[in-house]
């Protein structure tokens, strides 16, 4: 056989050559198994009721009353059936479809929520308007750590910006009164902490994650000694900003289950929708994203187009901080309406295992915060009707869902080539 022909039977071979994949058969197994375990062997009585409006909404949606016990078992049919459906699929080299995914995500909360809610009754409306508020700051966190990230800066001072950002809108819309200013000053704290990000990891050419870590630490540090020598010396003068109003937006905000959910929040619940959609929008489809992209990419061959890798890198953070600074003035001018204590409480970090869940994408990254704010205000809800689930399940609910969703359901996932890795001009 000659080479050329050698050649030629190898390519053919690759060209016909197929890969299965199992993980998602594998993470279906697992949580079918999980399923099998709490709905049929530790199957619970009673009937499970589902309140779709509240008494305030124009159009009343009817109580949905599930019988708990029969509805689990349909779901670990179902839940079983798509299992094996998705194993086919991966033993013929086959693609198993986002869309199987998604059922199946969908039909295991409907058995859980319906195993967890026996003999008591879930708001939805609260517990998906408890969802979006809670993950506001994990959007705008998120969004900041794209843009960092994409741009070749690994950001996990994202912590550090947030509670930053809730610290200084707090203290400065509470002594002038206004939140507006309070929003603006959050914003200028965000910058100032990735200043400090940029200057060592591009400057000065410090470990990246090094530099992230010690500047949560240190904001962490700052904001509870001023809080507890500042802010608590004369709360109503320091530490009692005015917050936002909900604003109802006419017509969509009487939409069943979406209006109240959606369409009638503060300003900048409203500005998050704004952001997302304009982030993604710049980041592929302007010239600013593809440079943005490209520094992050390949450095070197930036360069050579003229572009400066390092300033843009660093004004580039700085936007990034912007945007999460802004993140945390929702604790103090959008919901809490004061300031404690590291009162972000991790979510820089989980934001940041949403950056990765999104595969550094807004629009995914987005859906992953919400994904992570639903397990958080899913402990909430379950906890306020008194459900029979142990506190500490509920407790670890979040984090157990950030491990499974970055760790289990992505699997491998590569992030902007040179990410995480100085670049000094030859």
């Known amino acids: 056989m000659t080479t050329a022909t050698a050649e030629e039977s190898v390519s053919a071979s690759l060209e016909t050559a197929t890969i299965k994949s199992w993980k998602a058969p594998i993470a279906f197994a697992i949580f079918t198994l999980i399923a099998i375990v709490l709905f049929v062997i530790n199957g619970r009585d009673g009937s499970s009721r589902f309140r779709l409006s509240s008494e305030s909404d124009v159009i009343q949606l009817p109580v949905i009353d599930a019988p708990t016990r029969l509805t689990c078992v349909v779901v670990v049919v179902l839940l079983l059936a798509i299992t094996a459906y998705a194993t086919w699929l991966s033993s013929k080299a086959k693609h198993v479809s986002l869309w199987f995914t998604i059922v199946f995500a969908a039909a295991f ?11 008591q009754s879930i708001p939805i ?41 809730a610290f200084l809108s707090a203290f400065v819309a509470s002594v002038t009164g206004n939140p507006w200013i309070g929003l603006i000053a959050a914003m200028v704290a965000g910058v100032l902490v990735s200043f400090l990000l940029a200057a060592f ?8 994650v090094i530099v992230g870590v010690v500047l949560n630490v240190l ?12 802010l608590t010396s004369n709360t109503p003068l320091f530490n009692s900003p005015p917050r936002f109003p909900r604003i109802s937006i006419p017509v969509l905000s009487e939409i ?26 710049a980041l592929f489809h302007t010239k600013w994203g593809l440079r943005l992209r490209a520094v992050g990419e390949h450095p070197q061959a930036a360069d050579t187009v003229g572009i400066k890798v390092n300033a843009t ?52 990254a987005t859906l992953a915060a919400l994904l992570f704010g639903f397990a958080t205000n899913l402990q909430n809800v379950l906890g306020a009707i008194g459900s029979g689930v142990p506190s500490e399940f509920l407790l670890m609910l979040p984090y157990v869902v950030t491990i499974f969703a970055v760790a289990g359901l992505v699997g491998y996932v590569r992030g902007p080539a040179a990410s995480g890795k100085p670049y000094i001009k030859a």
């Open 109 to 119: 909360m409907w058995g859980f929520l319906t195993w967890a809610a026996a003999g």
């Open 125 to 165: 409306t609260g517990l998906l308007l408890g969802t979006v508020a809670l993950s506001a700051p994990l959007i705008f966190g998120s969004l900041g750590g794209v843009i960092s990230e994409r741009v070749g800066v690994v950001n996990v001072a994202i912590e550090g910006q947030l509670l930053a950002g």
């Open 201 to 208: 990891s591009i400057k000065y050419i410090v470990d990246q």
């Open 219 to 230: 904001v962490a540090g700052l904001t509870s000694f001023l809080y507890s020598t500042v």
């Open 256 to 281: 069943p289950i979406l209006g109240p959910v959606l369409f009638r929040q503060t300003v900048i619940i409203y500005f998050m929708y704004v952001a997302v959609i304009v982030v993604w929008w």
């Open 313 to 364: 890198r660093f004004w580039n953070v700085a936007l990034a901080g912007a945007i999460a600074g802004f993140g945390g003035a929702y604790f103090t001018l959008g919901s809490v309406g004061g300031f404690t204590k590291e009162m972000t409480a991790g979510a820089g970090f989980i934001a940041l295992a949403a950056v990765i869940f999104g595969r550094w994408d807004p629009i995914r």
